[in-house]
């Protein structure tokens, strides 16, 4: 069994190999029982300091971090674009180096270009935690919804199906999911609208439909991500489907549609839910939803990621 | 050098049975004491104890759990190799309660003090023990000392001391490695 991870940031699950992503499961097993806990604080990390570089806006993932980090006693650092010099006209290097200056250890980034993650470890000297990068990857989603499929169905990844629905073209938690579960050993198929899935995909070892139904009769976990209202066409005025009404009708998951299905399956979403769109109200509140073990989860599986990394930074 | 043997199979389970007797003599029922065995290597010994007690006075109702101590540690990021967790197993609360904290080997004390401040996470108990197998005087780095000793051993620097679970290697043995 490896006792460290294989990387020094967490850009992309892409990078990771299989190993490290069951080193974070087995350290986040911990976190999950320490935050259940009367007392959930730990201080593992009381001499380490973290930014949360925010470029894009956030509730769920920042706040998660931001727990995550204070649950570990590190001192916490917010940034947000919206009140910052970046309006000013500051580049990101230099919005970065002068936060570093001030001695931070560690950066946690989400920003509307894909790459930027990437790009930054490379030009400063810290570690990086990649929050999402535009319609890249989102790694720590795809860790903790492969970390609740662990929970809710045993270790064994192996044949196991998953099925990822929605818009998967603008979608960084699919492009995620993918790598994690066929690392994992999983078999993933992704169902949506022929606008919203990315010509060639199926080069990454997954199965593509058109058919919720087919989809739905295929798998034992179905990932409904959101329709991301913000990411479609806006400017360029081109729509991606229809309607909603019409992308609810074909592609939303309702009651019906899960108690007409001969097996249970377990439904995961990413949130936030746009509820009567991707997910009804019933199925989302529903005992084959995991959507609430899934932020639970999230935060145990960032404090583990968190911890790992920071193990690594040499003291001075 | 090869190892010299300080505890052979007998003895230890001797020893095992005194700790218990000396537990009963000042807990008797245990109705307001719990055993914390520390993670990795304490527990065996933990159970061991609780086991034995059980033998004893099969009446009473011994609580007893792991702690890890890996999160509450002073020296992350001090050391070559990362720590990693050991699972914590712990369903009842100590608020109020006489622990009595166990591990294999008392060296430098850094990990009971880390024991110590992973036990508050469950409550403040009115009293704390400290048992432990071997008892490594004149090497403590902390004022913590232990109240039930399996055995003392007077060692120097570069030597070790080996404690050997039936769970773990198929035999129950303390051995003192010494290194020149």
């Known amino acids: ?316 | 050098m090869r190892p010299t043997k300080l505890i052979d199979e007998v003895q230890f389970q001797l020893i095992i049975d005194r700790l218990a007797h000396e537990l009963i003599e000042n807990h008797r029922d245990f109705s307001n004491s719990v055993i914390l065995g520390l993670q990795p290597r304490g527990i065996y010994l933990a159970h061991r104890i609780e086991a034995k007690l059980k033998e004893i006075a099969p009446k009473t109702d011994i609580r007893c759990g792991d702690l890890d101590v890996t999160f509450f540690r002073d020296d992350f990021r001090r050391r070559e190799k990362p720590l990693n967790p050991n699972a914590t197993k712990i369903d009842f609360i100590i608020e109020d309660q006489r622990v009595i904290l166990v591990d294999d080997v008392l060296y430098t004390g850094r990990t009971i003090r880390s024991g110590l401040d992973a036990m508050l996470s469950y409550g403040r108990p009115r009293s704390v023990e400290l048992l432990v197998m071997i008892d490594r005087r004149f090497s403590r780095e902390l004022p913590i000392e232990p109240k039930y000793v399996g055995r003392a051993v007077d060692s120097i620097e570069g030597q070790r001391v080996n404690v050997q679970w039936k769970e773990v290697t198929g035999k129950d043995l303390v051995e003192l490695h010494t290194t020149l």
């Not at chain 1, 730990?42 to 930014?51: E, G, K, N």
């Not at chain 1, 360029?236 to 009404?245: L, N």
């Not at chain 1, 899934?294 to 990621?305: F, H, I, K, S, T």
Request: net charge negative; proline share 4%; with cysteine.
């Open chain 1, 1 to 316: 069994m490896t006792e460290q991870l294989s990387v020094e940031h967490l850009i992309g699950i892409k990078g990771l190999s299989k190993p490290d992503i069951e080193l974070i499961f087995r350290t986040a097993d911990e976190f999950k029982a320490v935050i259940n806990r009367p007392i959930k604080k730990v201080p593992s990390l009381r001499d380490i300091t973290v930014a949360n570089l925010f470029f894009e806006n956030s509730t769920r993932t920042r706040l998660s971090f931001e727990l995550a980090e204070k649950r570990l006693s590190a001192d916490v650092v917010n940034f947000s674009a919206s009140s910052s010099s970046v309006k000013k006209g500051e580049t990101l290097i230099d919005t970065v180096n002068n936060i570093l200056a001030m001695k931070v250890d560690l950066v946690v980034m989400r920003h509307p270009d894909p790459g930027a993650a990437l790009f930054l470890s490379k030009q400063v000297n810290t570690r990086i935690i990649n929050a999402g990068d535009g319609t890249h990857e989102h790694p720590t989603q795809a860790l903790l919804d492969a970390y609740s499929m662990r929970e809710r169905l045993g270790p064994n990844f192996n044949g196991r199906k998953v099925a990822i629905v929605g818009d998967i073209t603008h979608s960084r938690v699919a492009l995620s999911n993918i790598y994690c579960l066929k690392t994992l050993g999983a078999e993933v198929m992704v169902c949506g609208p022929s606008t919203l899935i990315p010509k060639h995909i199926e080069a990454l070892g997954v199965k593509v439909s058109n058919s919720l139904d087919e989809v739905l009769n295929w798998c034992d976990v179905a990932n409904m991500l959101r329709i991301q209202l913000e990411r479609q066409g806006g400017d360029q005025d081109v729509a991606f489907f229809p309607s909603i009404r019409e992308y609810s009708a074909q592609y939303g998951l309702t009651l019906e549609k899960l108690n007409s299905l001969e097996k249970e399956i377990v439904v995961m979403h990413p949130g936030p839910i746009n509820r009567g769109v991707e997910i009804t109200s019933e199925v989302a509140d529903s005992d084959q939803a995991i959507i609430l073990d899934q932020v639970e989860n999230g935060l145990a599986v960032r404090m583990a990621v968190l911890y790992l990394l920071a193990s690594q930074i040499e003291r001075n």
